[in-house]
């Protein structure tokens, strides 16, 4: 399993793949925490970004949500298809001890957007699951 590491992430596919959400779950683990998102294809293009703060902008309403915890990690993934087909949750406040909130903050033209509010650095393990597809976000307890 790769390490962790306070970098960004991208990868995924680069062309419209046909896939859509079909869900996300999020976890606890003895040392980390996990978000899950499930499609039920290929993985589409993705970004995964640390940042300061856990203030984030919708799209497209362009309002302000503050997340629970001290920091906060952006998904981004696009050339989803079928995007309204995604039935929710679209919100979860676990309180874990890394993953404090997650909130999906886009699902607009093929983009969607998960917003996580987490306690400390936004050191993270990004990797990709088959059978089914899944990107798996993994939030160090303790760097």
């Not at 589409?44 to 309002?63: D, I, L, N």
Request: aromatic share 10%; hydrophobic share 35%.
């Amino acid at each position: 399993m790769p390490v962790f590491s306070c970098a960004d992430a991208i990868g995924g596919g680069t062309e419209p793949n046909g896939s859509e959400v079909v869900a996300v779950r999020v976890g606890q683990h003895d040392g980390y925490d996990r978000l899950v998102i499930e499609f039920n294809g290929p993985i589409p293009a993705y970004s995964v970004t640390g940042r300061s703060g856990t203030s984030f902008t919708t799209s497209p309403k362009g309002q302000t949500v503050t997340l629970g915890g001290t920091n906060g990690v952006l998904i981004v993934m696009h050339s989803i298809v079928n995007w309204t087909s995604y039935l929710g949750p679209y919100a979860f406040e676990p309180n874990f001890p890394v993953l404090r909130e997650a909130r999906q903050i886009e699902n607009f033209e093929g983009y969607q957007q998960w917003a996580l509010g987490i306690q400390g650095s936004p050191c993270l393990r990004v990797t990709t699951l088959t059978s089914p597809s899944r990107l798996v976000v993994d939030m160090a307890a303790t760097r």
